[in-house]
Nanobody
């Protein structure tokens, strides 16, 4: 089992920045690919970014809507994955979830473990 706890969400003005953190405990963190997703009420959970496990390099993947604005990173020594969000827009408002799985993916299916989510609200 892997337990994931997100933090760092909040209210920010359009154009501002936030950094989300996801702390993992349980099984070996470095063996998992990590992803960030977001969801607004009435819509499906949407892929944001992913990063693969450490021994094969740290390839990163981004949704087109966040490319160039968001950066995913991981610190295996701290069992933590981050999502740095810059130039935030009102349409980035959502609950953000981190997830862990055996391979990085742009859909929810490869991910076995999920956090409880953290709210990000961007005001115009």
């Amino acid at each position: 089992q892997v337990q994931l706890v997100e933090s760092g969400g909040g209210l920010v003005q359009s154009g501002g920045s936030l950094r989300l953190s996801c702390a993992a405990s349980g099984r070996t963190f470095s063996s998992f690919a990590m992803g960030w997703f977001r969801q607004v009420p009435g819509k499906e959970r949407e892929f944001v970014a992913a990063i693969n496990w450490s021994w094969s390099g740290r390839n990163t993947y981004y949704a087109d809507s966040v490319k160039g604005r968001f950066t995913i990173s991981r610190d295996n020594a701290k069992n933590t994955v981050y999502l740095q969000m810059n130039s935030l827009k009102p349409e980035d408002t959502a609950v953000y979830y981190c997830a862990a799985g055996p391979v990085p993916g742009t859909t929810t299916s490869p991910y076995n473990f999920w956090g409880q989510g953290t709210q990000v609200t961007v005001s115009s």
